[in-house]
Structure formats: structure tokens, C-alpha cells
């Protein structure tokens, strides 16, 4: 079992940054992937990035390749994801999960958090 808790959401105005965090505890191979996600109401939850705990593999898709970054400390067995020039559209909730597959399908993937809320606007 792992379990994952994010923190960091909030309001922020446009053009503005936030820092995800996603705590990692439990069952943790040095082979999983984490990924981070969004749901914004009415619409299907969103690959945003993805990493494995040894740092590689990682990924974005266009909507946020050059503004978001995913890193891990395994120190601190968290992952992170810093949102820089964030727009309106990022509004949305965003979760991190946990797999042992290569993939940006939310149903590969096997543990997730809670959420958080990170909302764009003026």
C-alpha cells in the first residue's frame, strides 16, 4: 500500500506560480512512477506530468511542457510539481498517484490522493 497526500493548492492571479507537493508514504519502490493530475469540473481528469522515484522518465504534456516541472526529493519521499505562468484554464484539482507502468492513463494508475484545489483567476 502507499500512500500519497498533496498540499500547495490555492488561488493564485494569472501569470502567477504555485509549488505542489505530494507526500509519499508507505510501500514505495525505488520502480514506481508518480504522476500528477487535474479535474476541472464536467471534464476528464488530465495527465499533467510524471516521474519515476529515481528521477527519470519524465513527461508533460503539451498543455504545460516550459511552464510546469515535476521533481522528486527522495530524501523526503516527495514529489513535487512548481506551476509557473499559470492560466486561467489550470484551474482544476490536482492529484498525485502511483504505479509501477509507464503511462499518462489515470487508469494504469493504482494509489492516488486526496486533491487539491488550485484555482486562476484575477
Known amino acids: 500500500q502507499v500512500q500519497l497526500k498533496e498540499s500547495g493548492g490555492g488561488l493564485v492571479q494569472p501569470g502567477g506560480s504555485l509549488r505542489l507537493s505530494c507526500a509519499a508514504s508507505g510501500q514505495i519502490f525505488s520502480s514506481a512512477v508518480v504522476g500528477w493530475f487535474r479535474q476541472a469540473p464536467g471534464k476528464e481528469r488530465e495527465f499533467v506530468a510524471r516521474i519515476s522515484w529515481r528521477g527519470v522518465g519524465i513527461y508533460y504534456p503539451d498543455s504545460v511542457r516550459g511552464r510546469f516541472t515535476i521533481s522528486i526529493d527522495n530524501a523526503k519521499n516527495i514529489v513535487y510539481l512548481q506551476m509557473n505562468s499559470l492560466k486561467p484554464e489550470d484551474t482544476a484539482v490536482y492529484y498525485c498517484?502511483?504505479?509501477?507502468?509507464?503511462?499518462?492513463?489515470?487508469?494504469?494508475?493504482?494509489?492516488w490522493g486526496p486533491g487539491t484545489q488550485v484555482t486562476v483567476s484575477s
Open positions: 498517484a502511483s504505479t509501477v507502468r509507464w503511462s499518462t492513463s489515470p487508469r494504469n494508475y493504482d494509489y
